[in-house]
């Protein structure tokens, strides 16, 4: 019954590599977010998109960009890892307002270490 | 800035009490409001939504009460138990637009035996 699924949930990483996150949907929802969850900060938006192609920095963007070629998935990508990205990153996927929705569902989240 | 402030940022509750969180937010525009579960290890899950036309939704053992005049709104966990220590995140959002949610920063629930 899982319906959001990241592709790792552990990663260790060297400083400088390139860092792929995947997220796949199988609920045909339009909308797609990734967050960073880190005590005391909560759940940070890094980057969000609404459709294919499309996509939208949130709060946090720098050090990230994302890439969305097909509808059910989301990559997340680290250019150039460093320690301080070491987190909890968070996907997830809803409907657009109007159209049936319910919130976001989330995936359960990879933790990255960058060493 | 901060729109959505959620405390405390951490309760400790016997087993049977009841927990209270509380959250504030500035945007009145907002019209949806949901409290999110997240157990250790997993990412969050919707637990229970409200909108602004109601001051109380009720779910079993959750409760939300919203104050739109205060602009508040609280989750209350009635008779809790140790499973239901978990991180709680209150968020908003407004449906009119694309409807991104809004989080609260969590509040880290302990319920002892």
């Known amino acids: 019954d899982v319906k959001v699924t990241q592709s790792s949930r552990y990663l260790v990483k060297r400083t400088g590599e390139k860092v792929f996150l995947e997220c796949v949907q199988d609920?045909?929802?339009?909308?797609m977010f990734w967050y960073r969850q880190d005590p005391g900060l909560g759940l940070r938006l890094i980057y969000f998109?609404?459709?294919?192609?499309?996509?939208e920095k949130g709060d946090i963007p720098e050090g990230y960009s994302v890439s969305r070629e097909k509808k059910e998935r989301f990559s997340l990508i680290l250019e150039s890892a460093s320690t301080n990205q070491t987190s909890m990153y968070l996907c997830?996927?809803?409907?657009?307002?109007?159209?049936?929705?319910?919130?976001?569902?989330f995936g359960s989240g990879t933790r990255l270490t960058v060493v | 800035q901060q729109q959505v402030k959620q405390s405390p940022q951490s309760l400790i509750v016997q087993k049977g009490g009841i927990s209270i969180i509380n959250c504030a937010y500035e945007?009145?525009?907002?019209?949806?409001f949901p409290w999110y579960q997240q157990f250790p290890g997993k990412g969050p899950a919707l637990l229970i939504a409200?909108?602004?036309?109601?001051s109380e939704k009720k779910e079993g053992r959750f409760t939300i009460s919203f104050n739109k005049s205060a602009k508040q709104f609280s989750l209350h966990i009635m008779d809790s138990q140790p499973g239901d220590s978990a991180t709680y995140f209150c968020?908003?959002?407004?449906?009119?637009?694309?409807?991104?949610?809004?989080f609260g920063k969590g509040t880290k629930l302990s319920v002892k035996p």
């Open positions: 968020a908003a959002s407004e449906g009119g637009s694309q409807g991104n949610l809004i």
């Open positions: 945007n009145t525009a907002f019209d949806y």
């Open positions: 609920m045909d929802h339009e909308n």
């Open positions: 409200i909108r602004p036309d109601v």
């Open positions: 997830a996927s809803s409907s657009p307002p109007g159209t049936g929705y319910n919130g976001y569902t």
């Open positions: 998109s609404y459709d294919v192609k499309m996509k």
